[in-house]
């Protein structure tokens, strides 16, 4: 009788206990890593943050999150050059109020002191270090790579963390800005930063069209989703998804 009662007891915890379980769990870790290096001007910074900013507040991004299983997703948000600086440390997000006041940090806190090369091993390496910290157990971990030029400092190439990336089960999608003479880093990107499973970039055409570009992709990413397959589909708005 006492054992059946100890059974029955458990039961009834692991009962009870079940739908908390399952709340503690998110469909995906994302850290996006933002290059501040010193190709951003003034002005391009400003449209990069706000532009974020935006994005974050957005309706499409809100209803991304609420399609997923969980409707829950975690996010941190680096911003790098030669080193890397932690704007947003993990942030569970179940809905608009958590997405406001994300908004309002991007807003409010003023540019990080981190260099002026461009460092995208090191982001990378930062990126990872982060996701080993995430709080709920995901689904799936994404890195998303934005900026506007190639590596030139750091140790750690990018192909190199892509790969250790890769190996734990992460993927990298990238965000690469063109824009004049630097009309090559979106091939640099496909070629050296993304990796993992479905994989993708969206170009931004110029810092103007970042705040698109990066709509697309946290929609895509949030909803696990890819982009289409046809270039000439997906040139909507300012951003190109390839």
Request: aromatic residues 4%; negative net charge.
């Amino acid at each position: 009788m006492v054992t059946r009662f100890v059974h029955a007891t458990a039961l009834l915890c692991w009962m009870l206990a079940a739908p908390h379980l399952a709340a503690a769990q998110a469909d995906l870790a994302l850290v996006l890593a933002v290059d501040v290096s010193s190709s951003v001007n003034e002005d391009r910074f400003k449209l990069q943050r706000e532009g974020l900013a935006a994005v974050l507040e957005s309706r499409e991004v809100l209803g991304a999150i609420a399609s997923g299983p969980h409707q829950t997703i975690e996010l941190a948000v680096l911003e790098w050059s030669e080193e890397q600086k932690v704007l947003v440390d993990w942030t569970i997000i179940r809905g608009e109020a958590e997405l406001n006041h994300l908004g309002q940090i991007l807003w409010t806190t003023p540019r990080p002191l981190v260099g002026f090369k461009t460092d995208v091993g090191g982001a990378m390496k930062k990126a990872i270090s982060l996701l080993d910290t995430v709080p709920l157990a995901a689904d799936r971990k994404v890195i998303d790579v934005s900026g506007d030029g190639e590596q030139n400092a750091g140790k750690l190439r990018a192909e190199q963390m892509r790969d250790a990336a890769v190996a734990k089960d992460i993927t990298i999608n990238g965000l690469p800005i063109t824009s004049g003479d630097e009309s090559e880093v979106d091939r640099w990107y496909r070629e050296h930063v993304i990796g993992g499973v479905r994989a993708f970039l969206v170009v931004a055409n110029g810092h103007d069209a970042f705040r698109e570009a990066m709509r697309q992709k946290l929609v895509l990413e949030i909803a696990d989703l890819t982009p289409p397959a046809r270039l000439a589909a997906a040139r909507q708005r300012g951003g190109r998804e390839e």
